[in-house]
């Protein structure tokens, strides 16, 4: 399986990534994984994009087949020069020998206290199933709220990963707007270090 969460794959040694997501614009990611235990990780990320900068501080860990990570966030959203906090949880499982994988991804900003109109809840759930070696397939969940203000889109498609050597993948997401926004296209490379 090709899980774009990534984890500390029982890694003695602090490494890394860079992941892109290509979609309207480029988001761009960098992470290191600094371990205080064989499961355990500190695990900052650096994102940014054209829309906002984003320092995120947590832990990952894995407990057997379960990878999770936690982390609060801090940043700025360039367009109305607002800056966030918030709180994120991220998690995923494969249990092998079934060639099953469930990916979920739950991110709330806070915008409210500083100025901003509304607060935000990003969530992306997605199950793939394995298809070939480096090859899996399923579906990707990804609505995001407003408060106040309630949903305000809700895209559901289909989801391909490829993977490559040392754990580099990209992931490639077509979903559409049950609410009627339009189309969702993302491509997301993964790059380990």
């Known amino acids: ?88 949880l991220a998690f995923a499982i494969e249990i092998p020998p079934l060639p099953l994988y469930f990916e979920s991804t739950t991110e709330y900003r806070i915008f409210r206290p500083f100025g901003g109109t509304a607060d935000e809840l990003l969530k992306r759930d997605l199950v793939l199933f394995t298809l070939r070696y480096r090859l899996s397939a399923g579906a990707q969940f990804e609505p995001r709220w407003r408060n106040p203000g309630g949903l305000q889109s809700n895209h559901i498609g289909p989801r391909v990963n490829i993977g490559f050597q040392r754990g580099d993948a990209i992931g490639l997401f077509a979903g559409w707007d049950t609410l009627g926004t339009g189309v969702l296209v993302r491509a997301t490379l993964l790059l380990r270090f």
């Not at 500190?42 to 947590?58: C, F, K, M, T, Y």
Request: aromatic share 10%; charged share 15%; proline share 6%.
């Open 1 to 88: 399986m090709i899980p774009l969460i990534v984890g500390l794959w029982g890694s003695a040694w602090a490494s890394g990534y860079a992941r892109l997501d290509f979609e309207q614009g480029i988001e761009a990611r960098v992470g290191v994984f600094a371990p205080v235990s064989r499961t355990t990780a500190i695990a900052p990320v650096l994102r940014g994009s054209g829309r906002q900068a984003e320092l995120d501080l947590g832990l990952s860990t894995e407990l057997g087949a379960l990878h999770l990570s936690g982390w609060m966030a801090g940043g700025m959203r360039y367009d109305a020069t607002v800056p966030f906090f918030g709180p994120g």
